[in-house]
């Protein structure tokens, strides 16, 4: 099974409504990772989770919170989000030890914040 | 640190045409480079990666890319484009962690009948 999952597919908030992005891989990846991507850009990083602890914030707003319950699952926390949040989300993960650095994605999350 | 250019953020073919998209990268260490494709409303799925071994790496859909060390490059090349061949490309270089995973711009490609 090489394959990361994340749902929903499509989410639609409001501005004051509070939602989560699930993300699940079972090939044993001991790190994830999300990014966020606009149209016709290359994907920005959000958050590392390595061992499950968060090791690197690349200064994203609190109004997005990420959590690692176990090494399989990743969520984002969405909160009281703006209209220019609205993007393609992206999990990914990457076996963390000596490995080749390649990062599996899943297909994203497209978020519209209304 | 490291980086990524992509030269040419828009190339157009017409189909059965030779495709090459340029990647040139900086690394403070030995690279390992990517190829990853992106179709319309879709997340990324790795077309092909150098990992230090052959210098010629042959992808999916027909795809390779040659790692060249003295210039920087990891070009990607098809002898064919075809219609479905049109999205954008992502060339990225990593170590081999992961972690230090940095991507290019991107390069949107047109195939055009």
């Known amino acids: 099974d090489t394959e990361v999952t994340q749902t929903p597919k499509h989410l639609v908030m409001g501005m004051t409504n509070k939602k989560s992005l699930k993300c699940e891989q079972h090939?044993?990846?001991?790190?994830m990772y999300w990014y966020k991507q606009k149209a016709k850009k290359p994907p920005e990083l959000m958050f590392v989770?390595?061992?499950?602890?968060?090791?690197i914030n690349e200064s994203v707003p609190s109004r997005f919170s990420p959590e690692c319950p176990n090494s399989s699952l990743l969520n984002l926390h969405l909160h009281a989000l703006q209209p220019e949040d609205s993007a393609l989300y992206l999990c990914?993960?990457?076996?963390?030890?000596?490995?080749?650095?390649?990062?599996?994605f899943g297909e994203g999350s497209r978020l519209t914040v209304l | 640190a490291q980086s990524v250019t992509q030269l040419g953020s828009h190339v157009s073919v017409s189909e059965g045409a030779l495709v090459l998209l340029r990647c040139n990268y900086s690394?403070?260490?030995?690279?390992?480079l990517f190829w990853y494709v992106q179709y319309p409303n879709q997340g990324l799925q790795l077309l092909l990666k150098y990992t230090s071994a052959a210098t010629l790496v042959k992808g999916i859909n027909g795809f390779e890319a040659e790692f060249k060390k003295s210039e920087t490059s990891f070009h990607l090349t098809k002898p064919s484009a075809h219609m479905s061949d049109a999205a954008e490309y992502f060339c990225?270089?990593?170590?081999?962690?992961?972690?230090?995973?940095?991507f290019g711009p991107g390069t949107r490609l047109s195939v055009l009948p």
């Open positions: 990914a993960s990457s076996p963390q030890t000596s490995g080749n650095g390649e990062l599996f």
């Open positions: 990225a270089v990593s170590d081999r962690y992961g972690q230090n995973f940095v």
């Open positions: 989770y390595s061992y499950e602890k968060l090791s």
């Open positions: 090939m044993g990846h001991r790190a």
């Open positions: 690394s403070s260490v030995p690279p390992y």
